[in-house]
């Protein structure tokens, strides 16, 4: 076992705390942002930083201590109880791609609204109402 | 024919990306494919609904991967049903849009009908699928699809219902992913069925999580009080098909969402009286604000959430009678709003007004299409020859049935409040004196087509309701059947 994975395992818990909190700390942080801030573009900051913890959050779930990427290449044919969880990562590429249309589709309302209305503030866009 | 339910999604997707090319070649491709693609659809539903019936659930293996492993899809009597509704619904609306501004040149209509194409194969595979991640990635396929369709008009009211749909859409799809995510930590599968098979030993707590986020996400797509902020602006700003395809094709999704969460991955007794508590209330507060509208088409949004809440109740209450209700309903609902947006659109396309005054006195000069549009609003009601008859019904004696008196009482008095907006418009159509200047825009003979056939079959169901009831006892009874449905995916020979 290699110096650097005895580290690892050693400070396990500090690890899972560092990107467990992380993770949590940036979906506040978005939701912080969708919550309060007033400009359109702050918004949509906001959702992609939610979409960051939660894919944080998958691969953290994944990980297995002192376990290597789920890759089968030569020599490592045998080595399926060694790698990590391969799912969640699987899972955060296609989150990922469509956090990142989400992101492109609403940037461009975005522009769309600022074109029309001459602002970005949320508050001034109220002609819509129950 | 060798059919599968893979082509169901297949097919849609396929041709929604392949209309750019084609529309190079032939100039009203894009016009005619897809067309093409939802009669296709159609005769394979066809097809696999009467297999489905004969002879058991469906379960397509993809890729070799044999369940729990890899993603897999499952066409039980109870998607077979919806399965049939979405794809006949997608090909009717798409009738009934084929004119769909025909004035314009260019892409804008290309635009439209792949993006109705890329809604109705995401709608089919979230009825599909048996995979819950998958069925993450089709949520967000019609939610992104319909966010586009509602932005549409590049109005500045468009781009308004568009953001708005997109916030609460994209905080839908976080919850969702965080509560996929809590029963793969727990159960170590995403699939359904074997979810649904280690479900008991997870702790309550952990449980509970993740079905909150799971209903605060499916609930924010399936129109749920207080999560439905977007309905009303999304259905009233989208294309006026579109708006149709709304109710008719991603509601059924999403309703039918719901209740796979609620009755496969959760036992019936978890979320039964949360489902009665929220439908009841997204029905009173639906109707309460439909009544207060002047614009038609938000009325009509409204109306449309009323009709999800009373699903929801359906489903709540559990028993076979109420599902088959809740089926009975939302084919019906499905049917019939379709109709009253589409007449109404012709209204509103003649007038040049969304509001419910400039309606006065229009049958003179839209008589078909007014009397189209009474037959519907009677039937949403549940006057008793037109269909939306029995689907009350039903789940009034199923709710009597279960001695609820106060929510049977509830209902009723919901129902009077519908029934006084409808009746009014209907006042106002045919009794008010006319105002406006005579019609410039008759309804196309496609659009009169789909009209008249969604018509014909609000009457014949009204009249034989036998006709379906046995397809629709069956799938209730499936629905209810958990176990089966685990055995059958996760044993496959």
Same mark, same amino acid.
């Given at each position: ?63 297995? %201590?002192?376990? %290597? ?33 989400? %992101? ?14 001459? %602002? ?11 | ?7 169901? *999604?297949?097919? $849609? ?8 090319? #084609? ?154 992913? #965080? ?15 074997? *979810?649904?098979?280690?479900? $008991? ?30 309905? $009303? ?21 999403? *309703? ?66 109420? #599902?088959?209700?809740?089926?009975? #309903? ?75 008196? $106060? ?21 106002? *159509? ?64």
């Amino acid at each position: 076992m290699s110096n650097y994975q005895e580290i690892i395992s050693q400070y396990r818990p500090l690890l899972e705390i560092i990107v467990y909190g992380s993770a949590v700390a940036l979906i506040l942080i978005g939701l912080y942002a969708v919550l309060v801030k007033k400009h359109l573009v702050k918004l949509v900051i906001g959702l992609s930083l939610i979409d960051s913890g939660v894919n944080l959050l998958f691969v953290g779930v994944g990980y297995v %201590t002192n376990h %290597t990427a789920p890759i089968f290449s030569p020599g490592f044919e045998t080595a399926a109880d060694k790698m990590v969880d391969p799912v969640p990562q699987a899972l955060v590429l296609t989150a990922i791609v469509i956090g990142f249309a989400v %992101t492109a589709l609403a940037l461009s309302l975005v522009i769309r609204l600022y074109r029309h209305h001459k %602002t970005a503030n949320v508050e001034q866009l109220n002609r819509l109402r129950w | 024919m060798v059919v599968s339910p893979v082509h169901l *999604i297949a097919a $849609p997707l396929a041709a929604a990306f392949l209309i750019p090319l #084609l529309n190079k070649l032939y100039r009203d491709a894009a016009r005619v494919v897809p067309g093409v693609v939802f009669l296709y659809n159609l005769s394979v539903s066809w097809i696999l609904v009467n297999r489905v019936f004969r002879s058991g659930p469906i379960v397509e293996v993809i890729a070799g991967w044999k369940p729990p492993f890899g993603i897999n899809l499952v066409m039980t009597p109870f998607s077979a049903v919806l399965v049939m509704l979405v794809s006949f619904m997608a090909f009717v609306i798409w009738l009934y849009g084929f004119r769909f501004k025909r004035s314009l040149k260019g892409g804008v209509v290309m635009y439209y009908e792949i993006l109705q194409m890329m809604m109705a194969a995401g709608s089919l595979g979230i009825i599909l699928t048996g995979d819950l991640f998958n069925m993450f990635v089709f949520v967000e396929i019609t939610g992104i699809t319909a966010i586009a369709l509602t932005a549409f008009y590049r109005d500045r009211d468009g781009a308004e219902a568009g953001f708005k749909y997109m916030l609460l859409g994209s905080m839908a799809s976080v919850f969702l992913l #965080l509560g996929i995510l809590l029963i793969y930590t727990q159960t170590g599968s995403l699939n359904m069925a074997q *979810i649904a098979e280690r479900m $008991p030993a997870v702790a309550t707590g952990v449980k509970v999580t993740a079905l909150i986020f799971l209903l605060i996400s499916l609930g924010t797509e399936a129109e749920m009080f207080p999560l439905n902020g977007w309905a $009303p602006d999304a259905y009233s700003q989208a294309p006026s098909p579109t708006s149709a395809a709304f109710a008719a094709v991603l509601g059924v999704a999403a *309703i039918y969402a719901l209740a796979r969460v609620g009755f496969t991955l959760y036992d019936h007794g978890t979320v039964s009286g949360f489902l009665i508590a929220m439908g009841f209330l997204t029905m009173l507060f639906a109707e309460m604000a439909a009544i207060t509208q002047t614009n038609l088409k938000r009325m009509l949004a409204y109306s449309s959430m009323g009709q999800m809440g009373l699903a929801m109740i359906a489903f709540g209450i559990g028993s076979e009678a109420a #599902l088959f209700g809740a089926l009975f #309903l939302i084919i019906n609902h499905a049917i019939i709003k379709s109709l009253l947006f589409m007449t109404g659109s012709y209204f509103i396309y003649n007038l040049n007004d969304k509001r419910l005054r400039a309606l006065n006195g229009i049958h003179k000069r839209l008589p078909y299409v007014s009397f189209l549009f009474a037959l519907g609003a009677l039937a949403i009601v549940g006057f008793p020859p037109f269909s939306g008859f029995w689907s009350k019904f039903y789940i009034l004696t199923a709710a009597g049935a279960k001695q609820m008196m $106060p929510l049977i009482i509830g209902i009723l008095a919901v129902t009077v409040i519908e029934m006084t907006y409808y009746l009014r418009v209907i006042g106002r *159509i045919y009794f008010a004196k006319e105002e406006s200047e005579p019609a410039s825009h008759k309804p196309s003979i496609q659009a009169l087509v789909a009209m008249t056939s969604l018509a014909v079959l609000i009457i014949v169901l009204g009249l034989y309701p036998d006709l379906i009831a046995g397809f629709l006892h069956r799938a209730s009874m499936f629905l209810l059947d958990k176990q089966t449905y685990i055995q059958t995916v996760l044993h496959l020979s």
